[in-house]
């Protein structure tokens, strides 16, 4: 079973040193505090979808993560007014929830709005079940995510969607042509050369690790 979420979240900021002898701010209130978002999100019907480093947690193991990621429209966001927000642009949104970092993916851009109809599932955290973005919904939302990312010049981040990419694909059976063809619709054409280079790398790295490992096992 999964870590609840609010343990993962706890551990990502008490594990972090950038924290160490910052301000004084108890991570163990943090489990809490997630419930308590949670709780708000059914009682108001909130149509959230989990994505993210927490949504990825519960497919693969990965890196620690000090924030929860959704994808919520403003309407739901205006309903759920205890979320204080700290940046807005178009399509993002960086809230606090009672020392809880939350980043929010907005439905006014067409793509999350896609992945929130088409890609969600159930998973389980802790025993506590949550709306979840798919593993295809994942790797859509990171591809997407990368020319942006090789456009700020932000490779620290794209090294990091780029292993997550490659993590998904080696544990799970995941259609890329089709995620593909879905990315045609909203990134420029050089964009997804960009993208289906990236691609075509990570499959190779695959099957040259496919090809170690059935060397080694005979």
Request: zero cysteines; a negative charge.
């Given at each position: 079973?999964?870590?609840?979420?609010?343990e993962?979240?706890?551990n990502?900021?008490?594990?972090?040193?950038?924290?160490?002898?910052?301000?004084?701010?108890?991570?163990?209130?943090?489990?809490?505090?997630?419930?308590?978002?949670?709780?708000?999100?059914?009682?108001?019907?909130?149509?959230?979808?989990?994505?993210?480093?927490?949504a990825l947690?519960?497919?693969?193991d990965?890196?620690?993560?000090?924030?929860?990621?959704?994808?919520?429209?403003?309407?739901?966001?205006?309903?759920?007014?205890?979320?204080?927000?700290?940046?807005?642009?178009?399509?993002?949104?960086?809230?606090?929830?009672?020392?809880?970092?939350?980043?929010?993916?907005?439905?006014?851009?067409?793509?999350f709005?896609?992945?929130?109809?088409?890609?969600?599932?159930?998973?389980?955290?802790?025993?506590?079940?949550?709306?979840?973005v798919?593993?295809?919904?994942?790797v859509?939302?990171?591809?997407?995510?990368?020319?942006?990312?090789?456009?700020?010049?932000?490779?620290?981040?794209?090294?990091?969607?780029?292993?997550?990419?490659?993590?998904?694909?080696?544990?799970?059976s995941?259609?890329?042509?089709?995620?593909?063809?879905?990315?045609?619709?909203?990134?420029?054409?050089?964009?997804?050369l960009?993208v289906?280079?990236?691609?075509?790398?990570?499959?190779?790295?695959?099957?040259?690790?496919?090809?170690?490992r059935?060397?080694?096992?005979?």
């Open positions: 079973m999964v870590a609840a979420i609010g993962i979240v706890r990502g900021v008490m594990f972090d040193i950038k924290n160490w002898g910052g301000e004084a701010f108890n991570p163990e209130s943090l489990p809490s505090v997630v419930e308590q978002l949670f709780a708000l999100f059914e009682a108001r019907e909130t149509d959230y979808l989990l994505v993210g480093g927490i947690l519960s497919y693969v990965g890196r620690n993560t000090q924030d929860v990621d959704f994808i919520l429209s403003k309407a739901d966001l205006a309903g759920v007014p205890e979320i204080a927000v700290r940046d807005e642009n178009r399509d993002f949104v960086r809230g606090d929830f009672s020392g809880l970092q939350i980043d929010l993916l907005l439905t006014q851009n067409k793509l709005d896609l992945v929130r109809k088409r890609f969600a599932t159930v998973r389980s955290f802790g025993g506590m079940t949550v709306r979840t798919t593993v295809e919904g994942l859509l939302l990171k591809l997407y995510a990368l020319p942006s990312l090789y456009r700020q010049g932000n490779f620290d981040r794209v090294s990091i969607y780029e292993s997550d990419i490659t993590l998904l694909l080696m544990n799970y995941v259609d890329v042509e089709s995620l593909m063809k879905l990315l045609r619709k909203y990134l420029l054409e050089s964009d997804l960009e289906r280079e990236t691609v075509v790398a990570i499959q190779a790295r695959l099957r040259r690790f496919d090809r170690s059935l060397s080694e096992e005979s």
